[in-house]
């Protein structure tokens, strides 16, 4: 009886999840798709911005409410979400995550692939292009598609030091640095047990490392050259930095506890010259010898972004557009440099007298001539790169050992690009349609040895394409490229079994 | 095999042991055990900077680091988590002491297979299980801002899971007390109410309590449940945030205060009802 | 270090101790020797017992059948035999119990149907008819040209069909089992009447809930949330193990999940190298030996210690004992976010202490690396959790030591034993029998110490052989925080850590199994009542 009665009790939790869980199956359309462009109206929109932002945030909607020719009213809830775990806190739950929210571009490709970013109309592509400084741009970019809007272009990183034990005269030199700071008993905080941190002696020898993506975020490949005679030269430097007693993993401002070096960003600007005061000294990173030849460090040059979640509503979407667009304009840039010395990525904003007369931003600046603009970094690349700096660390210190740190690192970054039988048994379309230049692989489902595309494309006349396996020219068919005789609408099909490809009308 | 030689120095140096030596043995324990604690207070009045430092006690003193806690997002984190406990504190003892009350006094059939299938469940690492929670949660519109409830429910339902202590201790009071009741007439249910409970009182004082103090130090799954949205935070998913790389610098001191302003009331009920506490940990826990 | 007097217990002596003994031959042999030899015993016994089991589930297997068999049987003579209204309720449930004046039953019967029949029709149907392939269309994204905007439309969502179809699983079963029994009161209440007996009434129903079935009506509410909020999330995780959820496919808002049978298990237990560095499999084993160390460790320095400072506040003559209690008790009262976090920084690099010996004190010229260095974090680590730990073993041992009783010391004395000896022959063998399942649970919840490694270094420092594993991996790190790293990592592969989840529960009920076998403190808990 009573087992009844449990039962009745567990049949009621199943029947209130269930009730709420299958609203959302069948998807309802999104409305009207054409209709007029008036997007005026009223928006619930959540905006997720770093804890200092917040206040700013609220102020810089009002104005926009109150100033933009559109009608619409946006009704924010703004909450503190810090843009460093902007990716971790979407991933979890898409739907529940904020509308607009302030991210670091490294996420870019995570947020991309977790589809937790919106593309970009034309027009929003446009403005972000037209206002906003090259690097910046890239940052925000996949493919060929931008995803996001350029909010600074200041997460690099430089060197604040501490006057009083480090010489303006010794600052160009890292062997000098870290011989006052090991007389002196002082700490170096170089964060170089971090990737972000640990590539910047790579790029300062010439190394580089580049991510090929394509325009759905997918990483197809990487040029990197890290493990060769240059990279060597780079881990030899960070070798000196990591064997020093003075030595610390970390990039907080570390002045008050035993820190006369700390290399970080803008970011501790504030903390950093009420820690120093009089013996506040910031300046571009040093250059290290090796061989008798001097090498300057490098680094990553970074921005903020702004992102815009995907929409159901198109007209809620373009009202988002906008206000994401005043956000990242010159006005709102230049209120938080004025706020909390975020560095502007607007063109306007950055010629500013202002900006330019800002200390932190000035070695930045200067910095950045041996700086990497961070392209969409593939997530695990963080995880492997700053391997190197502990393997160098735990090492004998033999240059073969170095090598080995190397080596190692290359093989763990080709393996992340060793598919899955998925995918290297897949079949894909690449050649000239949709006006690609053979570029994008196009999918195919199979059914036995039949694969057909996924999609029919519209394709002129002369329109070239192969179908090839596991995105290699290893098996492709046909040999020659097919070129299409008669314009139409098409599924492409290929018998893999016998490598034959036609084309059936949609 | 260390050789009986040791052992005999061992028994001269014991029996040598004065109350002098253990006196000192003591007071250095007790220095190490509250140092922590006394740098957390120190480190919360200090007022010349808010980054850590490689010194302990401040150079200006004053309620700085207080006034900051009261004008951020700090007192909805703690009235969010004080809620929390409470409810859980209450809710959870009604399921442990049933579970532990049934467990303990009634044989069925299904009791032996019970017990054994809740060993095995506690085997599993409840990691996991947050992500599918989560989603229950999400569909029942319990996350976010509505984190509260939501947090109440998963930590009263599971609950219990932990009937050990609290069954072990309802075996140490005489069977024969409930057989001589139901002679009179009693049901099982005036047994449960007018002899056992009152008996239980330390235990379930000790059930209440420990209840109470969970929620304070409730982080992963908190911060899961409550992602992006400060109004659901409870105290440890909001400070935690302050011990960030972006953010340690301009929040220690104020982590320091939030600490103190979280341990003291906690410690407060716990050091009047410890004498409950330790009668459940002794009586209870090492039975399982 | 157990004492040995008498027969010389060498290594030698192990290899005999395999052959059983009688139990008189049994009685002669040391206590150490009693111990290995139990040990070896258990391990001399799992062929037999893995054999014992295959057997046994046989026999299980064939029992259900029969059972089954049985009761389709007895389904069927009810209904051939059966009057009208026993007839209906094989369709209408709770019919016959309603038309016999139990309203009550009958109701509670008759709705559970209803709901039952309601779900399925709205909702059951759909998750259960997705479960097998997990979802058919994933989002589409979409352009409206006129707003220049891109959309997205969302379908199914393999996440959601995952959890609701197993639901409605645990739902069907559910009203199997309901119906069963709808038959069976059906039967028992014919014949009750066909005897001459009453039925119980509506009130007489009640009664007994508070009553003879009082202990249904406690647990009804208990086991409740265990089914929905540990069992269904359990079920839901292991399931996983065997699908590809992951980062790159969350199941909704870009690519749905499938299944991939075995793979995942094929990819933590391959010895292939995982990119650059060693294999799943070796890292897993490393995780685990640590784990395993930091266990056994993190419980017994606890335990004795714990002892130790218990039985320094309890000698007679030492004053102010419930002073020292208290200061020590603080630690368990403050949050451990607060003070492991606290802790954590004060050993950094460049934290308090560091600060303190080099500069204030000027006692080294270098830090010490307490985290930076693995064997430096690992003992640092089990040194915190002593600082963590022992005020509650003090508390617990505080209890017991008092409850030996004070005669079998005074005995002891009168023998001329000395302080140690009564230490090593009674104390700690009363404490290790009546605290051995405390231990047990002790070190697998040690094993499974999430707080004190995340918050105290978070897996550092940086393991840089496992650098191509999943998350990154560092030399504190337990199982249960890699598997945490896991889901939390770049590529947040959920189906990775359901397996190292799975492999965590085989390792814990593996150790559990063995102390079980060999400690028997812990298997007859009538004992302690």
Same mark, same amino acid.
């Given at each position: 009886?009573?087992?009844?009665?449990?039962?009745?009790?567990?049949?009621?939790?199943?029947?209130?999840?269930?009730?709420?869980?299958?609203?959302?199956?069948?998807?309802?359309?999104?409305?009207?798709?054409?209709?007029?462009?008036?997007?005026?109206?009223?928006?619930?929109?959540?905006?997720?911005?770093?804890?200092?932002?917040?206040? &700013?945030?609220?102020?810089?909607?009002?104005?926009?409410?109150?100033?933009?020719?559109?009608?619409?009213?946006?009704?924010?809830?703004?909450?503190?979400?810090?843009?460093?775990?902007?990716?971790?806190?979407?991933?979890?739950?898409?739907?529940?995550?904020?509308?607009?929210?302030?991210?670091?571009?490294?996420? &870019?490709?995570?947020?991309?692939?977790?589809?937790?970013? /919106?593309?970009?109309?034309?027009?929003?592509?446009?403005?972000?292009?037209?206002?906003?400084?090259?690097?910046?741009?890239?940052?925000?970019?996949?493919?060929?598609?931008?995803?996001?809007?350029?909010?600074?272009?200041?997460?690099?990183?430089?060197?604040?030091?501490?006057?009083?034990?480090?010489?303006?005269?010794?600052?160009?030199?890292?062997?000098?640095?870290?011989?006052?700071?090991?007389?002196?008993?002082?700490?170096?905080?170089?964060?170089?047990?971090?990737?972000?941190?640990?590539?910047?002696?790579?790029?300062?020898?010439?190394?580089?490392?580049?991510?090929?993506?394509?325009?759905?975020?997918?990483?197809?490949?990487?040029?990197?050259?890290?493990?060769?005679?240059?990279?060597?030269?780079?881990?030899?430097?960070?070798?000196?930095?990591?064997?020093?007693?003075?030595?610390?993993?970390?990039?907080?401002?570390?002045?008050?506890?035993?820190?006369?070096?700390?290399?970080?960003?803008?970011?501790?600007?504030?903390?950093?010259?009420?820690?120093?005061?009089?013996?506040?000294?910031?300046?571009?990173?040093?250059?290290?010898?090796?061989?008798?030849?001097?090498?300057?460090?490098?680094?990553?040059?970074?921005?903020?972004?702004?992102?815009?979640?995907?929409?159901?509503?198109?007209?809620?979407?373009?009202?988002?557009?906008?206000?994401?667009?005043?956000?990242?304009?010159?006005?709102?840039? &230049?209120?938080?440099?004025?706020?909390?010395?975020?560095?502007? /990525?607007?063109?306007?904003?950055?010629?500013?007298?202002?900006?330019?007369?800002?200390?932190?931003?000035?070695?930045?600046?200067?910095?950045?001539?041996?700086?990497?603009?961070?392209?969409?970094?593939?997530?695990?690349?963080?995880?492997?790169?700053?391997?190197?700096?502990?393997?160098?660390?735990?090492?004998?210190?033999?240059?073969?050992?170095?090598?080995?740190? &190397?080596?190692?690192?290359?093989?763990?970054?080709?393996?992340?690009?060793?598919?899955?039988?998925?995918?290297?048994?897949?079949?894909?379309?690449?050649?000239?349609?949709?006006?690609?230049?053979?570029?994008?692989?196009?999918?195919?489902?199979?059914?036995?040895?039949?694969?057909?595309?996924?999609?029919?494309?519209?394709?002129?006349?002369?329109?070239?394409?192969?179908?090839?396996?596991?995105?290699?020219?290893?098996?492709?068919?046909?040999?020659?490229?097919?070129?299409?005789?008669?314009?139409?609408?098409?599924?492409?099909?290929?018998?893999?079994?016998?490598?034959?490809?036609?084309?059936?009308?949609? | 095999?260390?050789?009986?030689?040791?052992?005999?120095?061992?028994?001269?140096?014991?029996?040598?042991?004065?109350?002098?030596?253990?006196?000192?043995?003591?007071?250095?324990?007790?220095?190490?055990?509250?140092?922590?604690?006394?740098?957390?207070?120190?480190?919360?009045?200090?007022?010349?900077?808010?980054? $850590?430092?490689?010194?302990?006690?401040? $150079?200006?003193?004053?309620? $700085?680091?207080?006034?900051?806690?009261?004008?951020?997002?700090?007192?909805?984190?703690?009235?969010?988590?004080?809620?929390?406990?409470?409810?859980?504190?209450?809710?959870?003892?009604?399921?442990?002491?049933?579970?532990?009350?049934?467990?303990?006094?009634?044989?069925?059939?299904?009791?032996?297979?019970?017990?054994?299938?809740?060993?095995?469940?506690?085997?599993?690492?409840?990691?996991?299980?947050?992500?599918?929670?989560?989603?229950?949660?999400?569909?029942?519109?319990?996350?976010?801002?509505?984190?509260?409830?939501?947090?109440?429910?998963?930590?009263?339902?599971?609950?219990?899971?932990?009937?050990?202590?609290?069954?072990?201790?309802?075996?140490?009071?005489?069977?024969?007390?409930?057989?001589?009741?139901?002679?009179?007439?009693?049901?099982?249910? $005036?047994?449960?109410?007018?002899?056992?409970?009152?008996?239980?009182?330390?235990?379930?004082?000790?059930?209440?309590?420990?209840?109470?103090?969970?929620?304070?130090?409730?982080?992963?799954?908190?911060?899961?449940?409550?992602?992006?949205?400060?109004?659901?935070?409870?105290?440890?998913?909001?400070?935690?945030?302050?011990?960030?790389?972006?953010?340690?610098?301009?929040?220690?001191?104020?982590?320091?205060?939030?600490?103190?302003?979280?341990?003291?009331?906690?410690?407060?009920?716990?050091?009047?009802?410890?004498?409950?506490?330790?009668?459940?940990?002794?009586?209870?826990?090492?039975?399982? | 270090?157990?004492?040995?007097?008498?027969?010389?217990?060498?290594?030698?002596?192990?290899?005999?101790?395999?052959?059983?003994?009688?139990?008189?031959?049994?009685?002669?042999?040391?206590?150490?020797?009693?111990?290995?030899?139990?040990?070896?015993?258990?391990?001399?016994?799992?062929?037999?017992?893995?054999?014992?089991?295959?057997?046994?589930?046989?026999?299980?297997?064939?029992?259900?059948?029969?059972?089954?068999?049985?009761?389709?049987?007895?389904?069927?003579?009810?209904?051939?035999?059966?009057?009208?209204?026993?007839?209906?309720?094989?369709?209408?449930?709770?019919?016959?119990?309603?038309?016999?004046?139990?309203?009550?039953?009958?109701?509670?019967?008759?709705?559970?149907?209803?709901?039952?029949?309601?779900?399925?029709?709205?909702?059951?149907?759909?998750?259960?008819?997705?479960?097998?392939?997990?979802?058919?269309?994933?989002?589409?994204?979409?352009?409206?040209?006129?707003?220049?905007?891109?959309?997205?439309?969302?379908?199914?969502?393999?996440?959601?069909?995952?959890?609701?179809?197993?639901?409605?699983?645990?739902?069907?079963?559910?009203?199997?089992?309901?119906?069963?029994?709808?038959?069976?009161?059906?039967?028992?209440?014919?014949?009750?009447?066909?005897?001459?007996?009453?039925?119980?009434?509506?009130?007489?129903?009640?009664?007994?809930?508070?009553?003879?079935?009082?202990?249904?009506?406690?647990?009804?509410?208990?086991?409740?949330?265990?089914?929905?909020?540990?069992?269904?999330?359990?079920?839901?995780?292991?399931?996983?193990?065997?699908?590809?959820?992951?980062?790159?496919?969350?199941?909704?808002?870009?690519?749905?999940?499938?299944?991939?049978?075995?793979?995942?298990?094929?990819?933590?237990?391959?010895?292939?190298?995982?990119?650059?560095?060693?294999?799943?499999?070796?890292?897993?084993?490393?995780?685990?030996?640590?784990?395993?160390?930091?266990?056994?460790?993190?419980?017994?320095?606890?335990?004795?210690?714990?002892?130790?400072?218990?039985?320094?506040?309890?000698?007679?003559?030492?004053?102010?004992?419930?002073?020292?209690?208290?200061?020590?008790?603080?630690?368990?009262?403050?949050?451990?976010?607060?003070?492991?976090?606290?802790?954590?920084?004060?050993?950094?690099?460049?934290?308090?202490?560091?600060?303190?010996?080099?500069?204030?004190?000027?006692?080294?010229?270098?830090?010490?690396?307490?985290?930076?260095?693995?064997?430096?974090?690992?003992?640092?680590?089990?040194?915190?959790?002593?600082?963590?730990?022992?005020?509650?073993?003090?508390?617990?041992?505080?209890?017991?030591?008092?409850?030996?009783?004070?005669?079998?010391?005074?005995?002891?004395?009168?023998?001329?034993?000395?302080?140690?000896?009564?230490?090593?022959?009674?104390?700690?063998?009363?404490?290790?029998?009546?605290?051995?399942?405390?231990?047990?649970?002790?070190?697998?919840?040690?094993?499974?110490?999430?707080?004190?490694?995340?918050?105290?270094?978070?897996?550092?420092?940086?393991?840089?052989?496992?650098?191509?594993?999943?998350?990154?991996?560092?030399?504190?790190?337990?199982?249960?925080?890699?598997?945490?790293?896991?889901?939390?990592?770049?590529?947040?592969?959920?189906?990775?850590?359901?397996?190292?989840?799975?492999?965590?529960?085989?390792?814990?009920?593996?150790?559990?199994?063995?102390?079980?076998?060999?400690?028997?403190?812990?298997?007859?808990?009538?004992?302690?009542?």
């Amino acid at each position: 009886m009573k087992k009844l009665l449990a039962l009745i009790m567990a049949l009621a939790m199943v029947l209130s999840l269930a009730a709420c869980g299958d609203g959302s199956t069948p998807s309802e359309g999104e409305g009207d798709g054409g209709g007029s462009a008036d997007i005026s109206g009223t928006y619930d929109v959540v905006i997720w911005a770093p804890e200092a932002a917040v206040d &700013l945030t609220k102020s810089q909607v009002e104005d926009f409410n109150k100033s933009n020719e559109y009608g619409i009213t946006i009704n924010a809830t703004v909450e503190p979400v810090s843009e460093a775990d902007a990716a971790t806190n979407m991933i979890t739950d898409v739907q529940a995550g904020g509308d607009l929210y302030f991210f670091a571009q490294d996420q &870019l490709s995570r947020l991309i692939q977790a589809g937790a970013l /919106s593309k970009l109309g034309t027009s929003a592509a446009q403005f972000a292009k037209d206002n906003n400084n090259a690097a910046s741009i890239l940052a925000a970019q996949s493919g060929s598609d931008l995803y996001a809007y350029p909010l600074t272009a200041d997460n690099g990183y430089f060197m604040y030091y501490d006057k009083s034990v480090v010489p303006d005269s010794d600052v160009d030199s890292l062997e000098a640095i870290i011989a006052d700071c090991e007389n002196a008993g002082k700490n170096i905080s170089y964060e170089l047990e971090n990737a972000w941190y640990t590539a910047g002696f790579f790029f300062g020898v010439g190394c580089h490392s580049d991510w090929v993506t394509d325009d759905d975020g997918n990483f197809i490949s990487i040029d990197d050259d890290f493990n060769s005679d240059k990279g060597l030269i780079a881990a030899k430097g960070i070798q000196k930095v990591v064997t020093s007693k003075s030595y610390v993993n970390s990039s907080t401002a570390d002045f008050a506890s035993g820190s006369a070096v700390v290399v970080t960003g803008t970011w501790n600007y504030a903390t950093i010259k009420d820690q120093l005061g009089d013996n506040f000294g910031v300046t571009d990173l040093p250059s290290f010898e090796v061989d008798g030849q001097s090498y300057h460090i490098g680094s990553y040059s970074g921005c903020k972004l702004l992102g815009v979640k995907p929409q159901t509503d198109a007209t809620k979407g373009a009202a988002i557009a906008r206000l994401a667009q005043y956000l990242t304009g010159k006005d709102c840039q &230049l209120a938080r440099f004025n706020s909390f010395g975020w560095g502007p /990525s607007n063109k306007d904003a950055l010629a500013d007298p202002a900006v330019t007369a800002d200390p932190t931003l000035a070695a930045l600046n200067e910095q950045g001539n041996y700086a990497v603009p961070q392209p969409n970094i593939h997530g695990s690349w963080w995880d492997i790169a700053k391997v190197i700096t502990t393997d160098i660390k735990d090492s004998d210190g033999s240059e073969a050992a170095l090598k080995a740190a &190397l080596e190692k690192y290359e093989q763990s970054i080709e393996a992340v690009f060793t598919m899955s039988d998925d995918v290297k048994n897949a079949f894909t379309v690449i050649g000239s349609i949709n006006g690609d230049g053979w570029t994008l692989d196009l999918p195919m489902t199979a059914d036995g040895d039949i694969w057909t595309s996924n999609e029919a494309y519209t394709m002129d006349a002369g329109v070239e394409f192969k179908c090839r396996q596991g995105k290699s020219w290893d098996v492709a068919y046909p040999a020659d490229n097919y070129v299409v005789e008669t314009a139409g609408t098409y599924y492409i099909q290929l018998n893999a079994a016998t490598g034959e490809v036609t084309l059936i009308p949609a | 095999m260390s050789k009986s030689n040791k052992h005999h120095m061992g028994i001269r140096t014991l029996n040598r042991v004065s109350n002098g030596a253990i006196y000192t043995l003591l007071a250095i324990i007790s220095i190490i055990w509250l140092i922590p604690f006394v740098f957390i207070v120190l480190q919360s009045f200090r007022v010349e900077n808010t980054y $850590q430092v490689g010194y302990v006690i401040p $150079q200006q003193w004053g309620f $700085q680091n207080y006034i900051n806690l009261w004008n951020s997002d700090f007192k909805r984190w703690y009235l969010n988590t004080f809620i929390i406990a409470l409810a859980a504190a209450v809710l959870q003892t009604v399921i442990v002491l049933c579970m532990s009350y049934t467990l303990s006094r009634f044989r069925f059939k299904l009791r032996g297979p019970l017990m054994r299938f809740m060993l095995i469940l506690g085997m599993f690492p409840g990691m996991l299980t947050m992500i599918i929670l989560y989603r229950v949660l999400a569909d029942l519109g319990l996350t976010q801002a509505n984190a509260v409830p939501g947090l109440i429910l998963v930590s009263v339902a599971s609950s219990g899971m932990g009937y050990y202590v609290s069954k072990g201790f309802f075996d140490t009071i005489p069977k024969s007390l409930d057989e001589a009741a139901r002679v009179d007439g009693a049901t099982r249910l $005036q047994v449960l109410t007018k002899i056992i409970l009152p008996l239980a009182k330390p235990i379930v004082i000790y059930t209440i309590l420990t209840a109470f103090m969970g929620p304070w130090g409730d982080y992963v799954f908190a911060r899961y449940v409550a992602f992006g949205t400060s109004s659901g935070y409870n105290v440890a998913v909001g400070m935690y945030s302050w011990l960030t790389n972006d953010q340690i610098d301009r929040m220690y001191t104020t982590f320091c205060a939030g600490g103190v302003i979280v341990a003291l009331p906690v410690t407060i009920l716990f050091l009047c009802l410890q004498k409950y506490y330790v009668e459940g940990v002794t009586g209870g826990a090492v039975k399982g | 270090m157990s004492k040995n007097r008498g027969s010389n217990t060498g290594g030698s002596r192990i290899g005999s101790l395999l052959k059983e003994y009688s139990d008189a031959g049994y009685l002669r042999l040391s206590k150490l020797q009693k111990f290995i030899y139990k040990i070896l015993r258990f391990f001399c016994s799992i062929p037999r017992a893995v054999g014992g089991f295959f057997v046994k589930l046989g026999r299980i297997v064939k029992k259900a059948a029969i059972s089954l068999a049985d009761n389709i049987k007895d389904i069927g003579a009810t209904f051939v035999h059966g009057d009208w209204k026993t007839k209906t309720s094989f369709f209408i449930m709770g019919f016959g119990n309603i038309a016999r004046g139990q309203v009550l039953r009958g109701i509670l019967f008759l709705l559970f149907e209803i709901v039952f029949i309601v779900y399925m029709i709205t909702a059951g149907g759909y998750w259960l008819s997705m479960l097998p392939s997990l979802g058919k269309q994933g989002p589409e994204q979409g352009y409206d040209p006129v707003l220049d905007t891109y959309t997205t439309l969302y379908h199914d969502n393999s996440f959601k069909i995952l959890l609701y179809g197993v639901l409605t699983i645990f739902f069907i079963i559910a009203l199997i089992y309901t119906w069963r029994l709808n038959v069976e009161q059906n039967k028992l209440a014919e014949k009750y009447l066909k005897d001459g007996k009453k039925l119980k009434s509506d009130k007489e129903d009640l009664r007994s809930m508070v009553d003879e079935n009082f202990y249904k009506t406690l647990l009804a509410l208990p086991l409740t949330g265990i089914l929905v909020f540990t069992v269904m999330p359990i079920v839901f995780m292991i399931l996983v193990a065997f699908t590809n959820y992951d980062g790159a496919h969350n199941g909704f808002s870009n690519n749905l999940f499938t299944w991939v049978g075995l793979d995942n298990f094929n990819t933590l237990l391959s010895w292939q190298s995982a990119g650059g560095g060693q294999s799943y499999s070796a890292t897993f084993g490393e995780i685990l030996a640590w784990t395993l160390i930091w266990a056994f460790l993190a419980t017994f320095t606890n335990y004795f210690l714990g002892m130790f400072v218990a039985m320094m506040i309890n000698k007679r003559g030492i004053k102010l004992k419930k002073m020292w209690r208290t200061i020590l008790v603080m630690t368990v009262a403050i949050p451990q976010f607060i003070s492991l976090l606290y802790v954590s920084k004060m050993f950094a690099k460049n934290g308090l202490i560091n600060l303190t010996l080099k500069d204030t004190l000027g006692w080294i010229s270098q830090p010490l690396p307490f985290w930076d260095d693995p064997t430096w974090a690992r003992v640092t680590v089990i040194l915190i959790n002593v600082w963590i730990g022992i005020p509650y073993l003090m508390l617990i041992t505080t209890g017991i030591l008092m409850n030996i009783p004070a005669d079998l010391y005074e005995s002891a004395r009168i023998d001329g034993a000395n302080a140690w000896q009564q230490y090593t022959k009674i104390t700690l063998p009363y404490m290790l029998f009546i605290t051995g399942p405390y231990l047990l649970t002790s070190f697998t919840g040690n094993m499974n110490n999430f707080n004190v490694i995340y918050l105290l270094t978070g897996g550092a420092p940086t393991n840089p052989k496992a650098s191509g594993a999943a998350g990154s991996v560092g030399y504190t790190d337990l199982l249960i925080t890699w598997l945490f790293k896991i889901t939390t990592g770049a590529e947040s592969q959920y189906y990775l850590a359901s397996v190292v989840g799975i492999m965590v529960f085989v390792v814990v009920a593996l150790i559990s199994l063995i102390v079980y076998n060999v400690l028997p403190s812990i298997k007859n808990e009538e004992d302690f009542q």
